[in-house]
């Protein structure tokens, strides 16, 4: 399925088939999303096939507004509407109490939803238009690297999505934050752009951070990107301690490696031992812009192997420490 510019035209065009109970990949601020009518069960369907996602993963319900909470969950504690004012639209998704109605479908069979508003102007066009709720993951297959071009979506899924809208490259880059207002304490369950600090500030009290997914259990998956293994390059990736760098890929050239590198060192660049380098950026937003379209970009190359330069451990890296430890986590922890 060929892209096509998200005009007026094209985005009355995706209601059309939303409507239908066909599913349309569009653009969000942090990544392109998967979408179909959240309230027919047999649309949702289709995208877990499509993405070859198990059907016991929650997806998260885009919606146009505030007001749209109430349609969704059961009850809207004053923390989901504080934190809905103060990050909304933007890359949070709040996870709520299901209605009765909510398909189980769209939440993998638990009693409760995720819910957010997307900062994009073609996805709150398309939702506004559409005037539901489209249940969204990530348009790529299960596991894989999320896409942030509508061409990754082309090159992901192909025909099986009937409309891809073009609305140019995600500027965040990385998932939303996800956070769970379900029980007695807000629960952090995954890192995104929006960070704990900035959560605990609106709410005036400590979050609890879920436990680290790579001890989850499948079958306790509360979220969306809490596998141990996700957001993952075809092509084995490991990641490097930046004192541990120069050594590691001296020894994985030593055993003829063809490699690639991910690195904020610029130095690197013109190595001719290295088959592909990218040098990334040393801004968080900007690096968290570009880290998925690298990652695919070194994916195509036939590498044996993509080494990754550990980036900082502050806490604005959160999000993209956490993606890269779940893209790299098949084949290694971090070396050095």
């Known amino acids: 399925m060929n892209p096509i510019i998200a005009n007026d035209a094209a985005i009355l065009q995706a209601v059309d088939l939303l409507k239908a109970g066909a599913l ?12 179909a009518d959240a309230s027919n069960p ?14 016991n993963h929650p997806l998260i319900v885009h919606i146009a507004s505030i007001a749209s909470l109430d349609a969704w969950a059961l009850s809207v504690p004053d923390t989901a509407r504080q934190l809905a004012a103060h990050f909304w639209p933007g890359p949070l998704a709040i996870i709520l109490k299901k209605r009765p109605e909510v398909p189980l479908e769209v939440t993998g069979g638990q009693d409760t939803v995720g819910l957010r508003m997307p900062d994009h102007p073609v996805a709150l066009q398309l939702l506004q238009a559409f005037g539901g709720g489209v249940a969204a993951p990530s348009a790529n297959r299960f596991c894989r690297i999320s896409p942030t071009l509508a061409s990754h979506v082309q090159e992901e899924l192909g025909d099986a999505v009937d409309m891809i809208l073009d609305g140019g490259a995600c500027q965040v880059g990385v998932e939303s934050t996800i956070i769970d207002l379900s029980g007695d304490q807000p629960i952090l369950l995954r890192p995104g752009y929006i960070t704990r600090e900035q959560i605990e500030t609106v709410l005036q009290c400590q979050l609890i951070v879920a436990a ?10 509360r979220a969306p990107g809490m596998m141990a293994i996700h957001y993952a390059p075809m092509t084995p990736a490991l990641l490097c301690s ?3 760098l120069s050594a590691s890929v001296a020894d994985l050239i030593k055993q003829g490696k063809k490699l690639g590198l991910l690195t ?16 990334m950026p040393i801004e968080a937003d900007a690096y968290a812009q570009n880290l998925y379209s690298s990652l695919r970009d070194l994916d195509r190359l036939n590498l044996d192997m993509i080494l990754v330069e550990q980036p900082p451990q502050a806490e604005k890296w959160r999000a993209i420490n956490d993606r890269l430890a ?6 290694s922890n971090v070396l050095g």
């Open 264 to 279: 904020s060192q610029t130095d690197w660049v013109n190595n001719s031992a290295l088959t592909a380098v990218i040098a």
């Open 242 to 244: 930046t004192a541990n």
């Open 42 to 55: 047999d649309a949702v369907r289709l995208i877990f096939a499509a993405k070859g996602r198990p059907v």
């Open 212 to 221: 680290d997914a790579q001890q989850a259990d499948v079958s306790e998956i």
């Open 326 to 331: 779940k893209a790299t986590s098949v084949y």
């Open 24 to 35: 349309v990949a569009f653009p969000t601020e942090t990544v392109y999303g998967l979408g």
